[in-house]
Every structure is written in C-alpha cells, then in structure tokens.
C-alpha cells in the first residue's frame, strides 16, 4: 500500500516521495547524534525524549566540498542511488577528493539516511541526517516499522518516537547508534470507511420465501362479524 499521504500541508512519506525541497536534503533544526548522545547546536535544554512526530524517513546522496554539503540528489522512481553515487564519483578526479580523517581520500558524493521530526509540544521542525552505519540502521528499522504498521491497520499513520540509541557492533568495535523508539501512533488522513450493511431488497422473479407457520386463525363470531357486542 501507499505509505505517503497528506494532512493540510504536512506531506507523510516513508518512501521516498516527499517533493517539498529538491535542493537540500534537510529541514529545520539539526540533531546531531554523537557516542549515544542526541544534541542541537546552541540549545543546552533540547530534550531527546520529546515527544516526536515521525513524517519522513528516506536515503539521498550529498556532496561534500570544504568541510560542507554542496549539492545533493533525492530518491527517483526508476534510479537506484547506490549506482548514481558511483557514477557522479566518477565524474569527479580523485585528485580533487579531499582526505577523510585518517588521511584517506574521501569520496565527494555519500549516501545520507535521514530522518523529519516534529516537536509535538511547540512543532518545532528537527531533521537528523548521516552518512554512518548505525543512521542507515535506525532509519531503515523505523521505514519497515511504518510501513508494517500501515499494512495491519490498513490506513496512513506516523509514528511518534523518542531518541535513544542501542549499541551495535561496529568495524572499529562496539558503538552506539541512533534509535527512533515509538512510542504511540498517529493517524493521518480519513479513517477506513466501513461499508452500512441495510436490509436486503426482495428481487423480482426470485425464489420465494417459504412461509412463516404460527397458530391456526380461528373463524370470527357473529357478534365480531356483527361489530354490535355490548360490554356487561
């Protein structure tokens, strides 16, 4: 079933169908996840626990150039992103890559899982977004969660979670990664209609009722054949 559906001008996605913005992969306030630790620059009072709407979960591409994202690609009916992110890298010399932290060449254009939330006490809008393992996990977790939850209730819904983390076995060793943890659902759109059953309509030219048997009828009196019975 369809996993995007709108509510004024919320659009709901989980497949990659939200068309708001094409140039940028990112919406509202960054939050950043870093060592089990959710945080948003410049706001020491941001609460991880929310509670948070869930209306978008997807993967794009972004380029990096100086430290900053440059352009990015969003997900197309028909394109496979992996594919496309190997071929814009090829595009691009590798002398002009720049080094990673271990003094690697880096590739200009990452896959990005990302996720929209919105602040339920203020609607605050929030996006977290990354190009690591443990983002690709809890992203691609919460789409399959939304998406079998949309199959069993047979309607659009979203999500409301919490940020936590969960730990995870990582190349370098164990680590943290981000976990959208739900914690309630929230429909979207108009409930499921439920068909009014009425009473069947004789057809015409149809087998007919068998009739009903009940106690004999018994011949009326003369006085009631009469209608002239006078009260004692």
């Known amino acids: 079933m369809a996993s995007t559906t709108e509510n004024g ?5 989980f497949d990659g169908d939200d068309q708001d913005d094409r140039n940028s992969l990112t919406k509202g306030t960054i939050i950043k996840f870093v060592d089990g630790v959710w945080s948003v620059r410049d706001d020491p009072s941001f609460k991880p626990e929310g509670p948070f709407l869930g209306y978008c979960a997807d993967l794009g591409l972004q380029c990096w150039e100086g430290g900053m994202v440059v352009d990015c690609r969003r997900r197309t009916p028909g ?45 605050g809008l929030f996006c977290h977004i990354n190009s690591t393992t443990g983002c690709r996990i809890g992203v691609n977790e919460l789409k399959e969660r939304v998406q079998v939850m949309q199959a069993l209730r047979g309607q659009s819904i979203a999500p409301i979670v919490k940020l936590t983390s969960l730990p995870f076995k990582a190349k370098m060793g164990p680590k943290q990664r981000p976990q959208f943890e739900i914690i309630d659902w929230h429909p979207f759109g108009p409930p499921p209609t439920t068909p009014v059953v009425g009473p069947k309509t004789p057809q015409i030219g149809g087998p007919l009722e068998p009739m009903k048997v009940g106690k004999p009828v018994k011949e009326p009196t003369l006085a009631e054949e009469l209608n002239d019975a006078l009260p004692f």
């Open 79 to 123: 394109v496979r992103l992996p594919e496309l992110c190997d071929q814009l890298n090829s595009l691009i010399p590798q002398e002009q890559w720049e080094m990673d932290l271990n003094g690697d060449p880096r590739k200009p254009w990452e896959l990005a899982w990302f996720v929209y939330l919105v602040r339920l006490s203020d609607g």
């Open 9 to 13: 001008s919320l659009v709901v996605s």
